[in-house]
C-alpha cells in the first residue's frame, strides 16, 4: 500500500488555493442552473435559484471540511 508522503509548502498552497476557485465555480454553475430552471418553470420568489444555489454552498462547504487535514 502506498503512503501518502507530506506535502510541500507550495503544495499545500496550491491544493487549497485552488479550493476557492472551485468553490466559486460550483456556486456560479449552482446559480445558473437555478436561473435555467426559474425560466423553464417560473414561481414567485425563483425558488429554484435560491435552493440551487444553497445547495452549491453546501457542496462546496462539505468539499472544503474533506479537504482539510487532520491532525493524528
Known amino acids: ?19 476557492g476557485i472551485q468553490m466559486g465555480v460550483l456556486i456560479y454553475l ?3 442552473l ?9 414561481t414567485e420568489k425563483n425558488w429554484y435559484t435560491m435552493g440551487c ?3 452549491a454552498v ?6 472544503l471540511i474533506k479537504e482539510m487535514p487532520k491532525d493524528e
Request: net charge positive; aromatic share 18%; hydrophobic share 30%.
Open 58 to 63: 453546501g457542496l462546496s462547504f462539505y468539499y
Open 1 to 19: 500500500m502506498e503512503s501518502k508522503k507530506p506535502q510541500t509548502g507550495m503544495g499545500k498552497f496550491m491544493r487549497f488555493g485552488s479550493l
Open 34 to 42: 437555478g436561473k435555467y430552471l426559474d425560466q423553464k418553470y417560473p
Open 53 to 55: 444555489t444553497l445547495l
Open 30 to 32: 449552482g446559480s445558473e
